[in-house]
């Protein structure tokens, strides 16, 4: 793999929390790379660590929460050494940016989109004259292929539809330049119809301008039609990564296929489904060893004890299981 | 004339018969009704008893207002409701009987139970509002229904916090079970709650429909979920029925230019692991103050005609109990 491709690399890195009842670990990543122009889906259910992943990613952590070790490279530079000051300054936004679930929220709503759209771009670019700001707003409008970018931008949020209020969001946080977007359930209060048509935008982007893209999700389907690679999280740790095609086809770790099994699929009708026990554990009493061990069919000794490490299953399907290890 | 023929087919326990519902538009300073809403326009569909109808639609197209003015509501501006053969008529809203009948089961069961009540008192409160228990037997039918979903009844003095996303939305359905209803409307029932939890959640609702001999109406957006429990789909779009058939077929079929449209746009699985290309549908679902003359769907639809800008097509049979409102409903898709 071309060294010079890789955008943001993570190595060993964890992540912890200190609450009132005790230090829990939040994250426990070996290794996660994402190419330029490439989107990356990571897939897990809700308490899997993923929003605190993209958190953690742009140094936007609560204050209790700190990486304890490892490194988040972004373009080669260590992230997670730069104080939160020089991380704001340099890289949010301008390099790195983030959408949200809501897009309402994310706006605000006593602003047109022109004053938003327009304030991104002039605190980014300066010596631009009034007319160029305007220009270049209805430029980037252009680019997330809202028909009739004047009259969008005389509009205020509340006047947008859910689709165009996350395109208009897409579109201010590529005004400065970012070329690195993380997208959190982005799509998931948008209806089918038009969650479709951002897919379609993001795949667009990634290809036309080479932006890299990391998609949170916890739809799997979802991810699986724009990613080329999908990571798989499960209590903090990445317990599957590989190509899509691979993961759907030939799912190695048994969450993965208890998730996959978990999706009512056509030939499941009218049949009871099978359903996993247990749940997520509690991120302050963390099972030791393998996090899936108390749910998983396979668990033997070994997985009780010991934190499994991702491995090559194939050249580029890594999954983190001892029972699968030791049968290779 | 309704009611005595009937019977003798199957038995229907809910007949919808060209319901409308219109909300006023008011402007100005004396409140004029200067427009209205036409949320839902005329949609007549059967449902046996026993049997889910899936309603699909983006949001807007009036299956929350439908589900709603079948609910009780909102009172119907125009048509009639049935329920078990009971026209529900004008005063349903005050009737307490019907109202047995029809229980709903929200999408958001964070929302939906009251996080200052204990479980116990959540369901016990329609027992106690419709007189259906008293004094010991209160707590016992609640035990009785939250073991019915699968929680422990030990669990019954606890509140909705201490429980996980799947178990709250049981206590959900325990709560709506609770005067032996009919029909449950179940509102996005699983889209709140993740993948693994949900699949306990569709397990339950298929036992509880059998050993309760209930009939769903089920709205959700994931069609996955759709085609998993429903016999009956229902694609509306702005406020109109588009087509409507037994599940299988209108999911391999879909002859109406809508449906393949919302069909393509979701993500699928299938068996040998392969996923579908997904296809966005351009432009936004029209006002429904002001719907588009003719086919409410023409000015997204890839094969408008003049006829289609002109006159709005009848819902119509193309095979037996599979109906389309599409002018070109035969051309086949590609």
């Known amino acids: ?328 | 004339m309704r009611g005595d023929n009937m019977e003798k087919k199957d038995d229907i326990v809910l007949k919808v018969d060209h319901l409308k519902k219109y909300f006023p538009v008011k402007n100005g300073l004396l409140g004029k009704n200067v427009d209205y809403v036409h949320a839902v326009d005329d949609v007549s569909f059967e449902m046996i008893r026993g049997t889910v109808v899936g309603l699909v639609g983006e949001s807007g197209c009036g299956k929350s207002t439908l589900a709603q003015t079948v609910m009780g509501i909102y009172k119907p501006t125009e048509g009639f409701i049935e329920i078990s053969g009971i026209d529900t008529g004008k005063s349903f809203s005050k009737n307490k009987e019907m109202k047995k009948l029809i229980q709903i089961v929200f999408q958001d069961p964070f929302w939906s139970l009251n996080p200052r009540m204990m479980v116990k008192d959540i369901i016990a409160e329609p027992i106690n509002v419709h007189r259906l228990a008293k004094g010991d037997a209160v707590n016992e039918r609640v035990g009785e229904l939250l073991e019915m979903v699968g929680i422990d009844k030990q669990r019954m003095y606890s509140y909705p916090h201490e429980f996980s996303g799947g178990e709250r939305q049981r206590v959900a359905i325990a709560r709506s079970l609770a005067m032996n209803p009919q029909i449950l409307l179940l509102d996005e029932p699983t889209s709140s709650i993740d993948t693994i939890s949900q699949v306990e959640i569709l397990n339950l609702l298929v036992d509880i429909k059998k050993r309760f001999n209930l009939s769903y109406i089920l709205i959700s957006h994931d069609l996955s979920v759709i085609y998993y429990l429903s016999n009956q789909i229902v694609v509306m779009y702005l406020g109109e029925v588009v087509e409507i058939g037994n599940t299988e077929d209108v999911f391999n079929k879909r002859y109406h230019p809508y449906t393949q449209a919302l069909m393509r746009a979701i993500p699928v699985i299938a068996a040998d692991g392969t996923v579908e290309r997904i296809d966005a549908l351009e432009g936004n679902v029209p006002s429904a103050i002001n719907p588009p003359k003719g086919c409410r769907f023409h000015d997204r639809c890839e094969f408008c005609q003049e006829r289609c800008r002109t006159e709005n097509p009848a819902l119509r049979e193309i095979e037996p109990g599979h109906k389309v409102a599409c002018h070109f409903a035969h051309l086949p898709e590609n």
């Open chain 1, 1 to 328: 793999m071309d060294h010079g491709n890789i955008v943001l690399e993570i190595k060993d890195l964890v992540v912890r929390a200190k609450t009132i009842k005790g230090e829990s670990e939040l994250l426990r990543i070996d290794h996660l790379v994402v190419n330029r122009g490439e989107i990356l889906g990571i897939v897990g259910e809700s308490g899997s660590g993923k929003s605190i992943l993209a958190l953690t990613i742009l140094g936007l952590l609560p204050s209790n929460v700190r990486i304890v070790s490892g490194q988040v490279l972004f373009n080669g530079v260590d992230l997670a050494k730069k104080s939160r000051k020089q991380l704001t300054g340099e890289y949010l936004g301008k390099q790195m940016t983030m959408i949200f679930q809501d897009p309402m929220a994310s706006l605000n709503p006593v602003f047109t989109v022109k004053q938003q759209l327009e304030g991104v771009i002039k605190a980014n670019s300066h010596g631009l004259s009034r007319n160029e700001v305007t220009q270049k707003a209805i430029g980037m409008l252009n680019l997330v292929k809202l028909s009739d970018p004047e009259m969008t931008l005389r509009k205020y949020p509340h006047e947008l539809s859910g689709g165009m209020r996350q395109r208009v969001l897409i579109a201010m946080a590529l005004s400065a330049g970012a070329n690195f977007l993380i997208s959190d359930e982005a799509t998931r209060s948008l209806d089918v119809t038009i969650q479709a048509g951002i897919l379609k935008l993001m795949e667009e982007l990634a290809s036309s301008l080479g932006l890299s893209v990391m998609f949170i999700t916890s739809n799997i389907a979802l991810a699986a039609t724009v990613c080329y690679n999908l990571g798989i999280l499960y209590s903090g740790e990445v317990v599957e990564i590989g190509p899509v095609k691979e993961i759907l086809r030939n799912p190695k770790h048994s969450y993965t296929r208890a998730f996959l099994s978990c999706l009512p699929t056509p030939q499941k009708k009218g049949k009871v489904m099978e359903a996993v026990p247990g749940r997520m554990p509690d991120p302050l009493d963390k099972p030791k060893g393998c996090k899936f061990h108390p749910r998983c069919a396979m668990c033997q000794e070994i997985c009780m004890r010991d934190i499994p490490h991702l491995h090559g299953v194939s050249e580029d399907h890594r999954i983190a299981c001892h029972v699968v290890a030791a049968g290779e």
